[in-house]
């Protein structure tokens, strides 16, 4: 199964692949206009070429700030990508949001990893090239593919004085 993730802004990350095989990534720069319609018919192209042959797509969820204008731009996208991956085929079951922080824990061992540290944890899984999107797009890919990262278990596994419970 082939998916995509995808880390929404102005400039919006990619990695796509499956499981086991080559992947591509990349990041693609949104145009700078205050229009809405024209922002997000921008990217047009790029959803034509990247959702080819996918059979999943994951997107991050968008950081919901205080800038009303960022939010109402990132709820669009999440829309239009949306809009697009039906368009190109892929089952609604199949598009999922996932949370930034699930994102950054699954790759980097925490939810508020900072962009350095995604970048650096995409290199030692064998991506040293990718920029700050494409990492967060891996990511939220990784979470989407392999499942995310359980803290609480983890930390169940390394409790010395973890209890049984009876059935």
């Avoid at 102005?10 to 145009?31: L, N, Y």
């Avoid at 999943?56 to 969820?61: K, N, T």
Wanted: glycine share 10%.
């Amino acid at each position: 199964m082939i998916t995509v993730g995808l880390d929404l802004g102005q400039s919006i990350g990619f990695f796509k692949g499956g499981a086991v095989g080559p992947c591509t990534h990349g990041t693609f720069r949104m145009k700078q206009t205050t229009d809405l319609g024209l922002w997000l018919r921008g990217s047009d192209e790029f959803f034509r070429e990247v959702l080819v042959g996918v059979d999943a797509i994951a997107i991050e969820q968008p950081f919901m700030s205080r800038d009303y204008y960022a939010v109402r731009k990132l709820l669009a996208l999440v829309g239009y990508a949306n809009m697009w991956a039906s368009t190109m085929g892929v089952p609604a079951a199949r598009i999922i949001e996932v949370p930034v922080a699930t994102a950054k824990l699954t790759l980097a061992g925490s939810g508020k990893a900072e962009k350095w540290q995604m970048m650096a944890a995409a290199a030692e899984r064998g991506y040293p090239d990718l920029d700050e999107h494409s990492a967060d797009a891996f990511g939220v890919w990784t979470v989407s593919v392999f499942g995310k990262r359980d803290p609480i278990a983890k930390r169940r596994t390394t409790n010395s004085k973890a209890r049984s419970v009876a059935p």
